[in-house]
């Protein structure tokens, strides 16, 4: 099996000392990294840095922050400073995000341009390496800017979020690797393709590049009520139209066309229950320990160098943080 990350960000509403508990028994257990995203909840950043700061080999990355939500100089401060704390140990994961997020919660203009991804890794590789850094382009002015600290020995690994296939070409020239989503192991192949493709137009091959992709898991012996909470969470997504469209391409157009009909009509129980069995099976890992390793193996021979588990449980308390705790320790 590859070399396996987990998403630690269930388990951040811990108190401080058992979330650095659950950090080190991740670390001791042997999982390659840490990862932590960001929407409305916790900032990535300080989940990243308390991780780093407790553990002595555990990766920790970002998976991911909005390209749009801090400059690209904050982002190279940020990925630098990690860089200090956890030498070699850092990814930082960007994204385009999305309107509601950029536009509504934040305010900013929101432009999905790969141009926009593009002119910000430059600028945050040239931040993090401790160059003076002066650029104009289309999204981003930066006028003699240097880091007033030694740069880290290494240079920061940068890695792009990518469903579509400009993204994840885009990813395969310009990144040190991917991060993907909700994608079922027989889709992975052609995502693949297209990074080539990209790494073939920089003139390079995916030689030490990062292949993750996050995996909905939840390792129990009575799946039904596991079963129910991903569906709702997989039509969430499938109501989001970028997602609609990559569901599509993987062989799910009958089920996105049922789940959005449902939803535009308002119901939104009768949405969710458009989820179908196989749309769950190809999108989440949820049943005995053994079933689970299996498929997260089937993840690994597609051409993931890096599943990443993020453990999930129905309900809400102890009870559900027992069960994520439970996927956490069936792994790796």
Known sequence: ??????????????????????????????????????????????LMAMIATHTEQLHVGSAVLPVQTRTPVVLGQSAATLNHLAPDRVVLGIGLSSKVIVGDWHGLSFAP??????????????????????????????????????????????????????????????ADGVVLNW?????????????????????????????????????????????????????????????ASFFRNAGFAEEVD?????????????????????????LGVVGPEALCRERIAEFSRAGLTQPVIVPFAPGAGGDARAAQLRTLRAFP
């Open 1 to 46: 099996m590859a070399r396996l990350g987990i998403v630690l960000a269930p388990f951040a509403t811990l108190p401080a000392a058992e979330f650095v508990a659950v950090a080190r028994e991740t670390e001791a257990r042997g999982y390659h990294a840490a990862w932590t995203g960001e929407a409305s909840g916790y900032d990535a950043i300080t």
């Open 258 to 282: 049922a789940v959005n009909a449902a939803w535009r009509a308002g119901d939104r129980g009768g949405a969710v229950k458009q989820v179908s069995p196989r749309f769950l099976d190809g």
């Open 113 to 174: 341009s790969l141009q926009q991804i593009r002119e910000a890794v430059q600028i945050i590789r040239a931040v993090a390496s401790g160059e003076r850094v002066s650029f104009e382009g289309k999204f981003y002015k930066v006028k003699n800017f240097r880091l007033t600290v030694p740069p880290p020995i290494k240079p920061v690994r940068v890695v792009l979020a990518a469903l579509g296939p400009e993204m994840l070409e885009l990813a395969g020239e310009i």
């Open 183 to 243: 994608i079922p192991p027989e889709t992975v192949p052609s995502s693949i393709k297209h990074l080539e493709a990209g790494a073939k137009k920089a003139g390079r091959t995916l030689t030490d590049f990062e292949i993750a992709s996050f995996i909905r898991t939840c390792v129990t012996d009575d799946p039904a009520a596991a079963r129910e909470a991903l569906a709702r969470d997989i039509t969430g997504y499938t109501t989001v139209d970028a997602y």
